[in-house]
């Protein structure tokens, strides 16, 4: 099976991105890895490419998967024959957002008054 060319459209530290990160190394291929946050080329490349100012998107040969989680990635890949399963675990969540998109819990108070 040849690697497939794959582009991401991902930020440095989100949880969503490095959860596509871990994915595509989890089958091991290589991807060219384009910072939307530091990079401003790059995130309109992105938003031309898609329509959309959402991320993480990836661009596997050709085919665009925009706003999109790990997770969503490799069920893609396998539908698509892109890669076949393998029972390796991904190095980090593959569907866990961003630290501040996280919920935020607080305690219950069950107390009658």
């Known amino acids: 099976m040849s690697k497939p060319k ?26 060219e890895d384009r910072d939307i946050i530091n990079d401003p080329l790059q995130r309109q490349e992105m938003i031309e490419k ?11 040969n050709g085919h665009m998967l925009p706003d999109i989680s790990g997770e969503e990635v490799e069920a893609w890949m396998l539908a698509n024959n892109v890669v076949t399963p393998n029972d390796r675990v991904p190095e980090a969540p593959i569907n866990q957002p961003c630290a ?10 069950f107390t009658r008054k």
């Open 6 to 31: 794959i582009v991401a459209y991902l930020k440095p530290t989100c949880g969503w991105s490095q959860g596509v990160r871990a994915v595509l190394r989890k089958y091991d291929l290589p991807f």
């Open 100 to 109: 501040h998109e996280m919920p935020q819990f607080s305690p219950l108070n």
């Open 50 to 60: 898609t329509g959309q100012m959402l991320s993480p998107c990836v661009e596997i």
